[in-house]
């Protein structure tokens, strides 16, 4: 888990200005790798937490399959997918168990999606919900009054 500025390593040039110019315009507080699990498929990404929003860019460029060499891409990850959570919109936040682990985090928003994202560490996992945590809670406060 790290606090980078700009954006370096393996992902897909396309995603990497994306990126970079979100550091120079948003805050990032927090950016680490993690998986976002879906129903019939996984994807490989980061997700970033900034002041107002979380983000998640999917790392992988436009070709595979979803975390599995040989598949072939069908349904909603055909493309290039990123996912953009509004803090003023995540309704709940809960710390889940995937592959027998305590590293995933589910999210459910008030438009009815939800999201499971996997992280590599428990640690990371529970910086990425704290930070979640205490946005949610500063959103809340600052809508109030």
Not at 31 to 43: E, G
Not at 59 to 86: D, F, H, L, M, Q
């Amino acid at each position: 888990m790290s606090c980078l500025n700009p954006v370096k390593g393996n992902l897909h040039r396309k995603h990497q200005l994306v990126l970079n110019i979100y550091y120079l315009f948003l805050r990032i507080v927090l950016q680490t790798k993690c998986q976002c699990i879906m129903p019939f498929a996984t994807r490989d990404g980061e997700i970033l937490l900034g002041q107002a929003r979380a983000y998640f860019f999917d790392a992988e460029g436009g070709g595979g399959g979803g975390g599995r060499a040989g598949r072939k891409r069908r349904g909603p990850w055909r493309a290039n997918k990123s996912i953009v959570w509004w803090y003023e919109e995540i309704r709940e936040i809960h710390k889940r168990r995937y592959l027998l682990k305590n590293t995933a985090l589910e999210i459910f928003s008030t438009t009815g999606r939800t999201s499971l994202l996997a992280f590599a560490f428990e640690s990371d996992r529970e910086q990425v919900y704290n930070t979640v945590h205490k946005s949610l809670s500063l959103s809340l406060s600052l809508s109030l009054s």
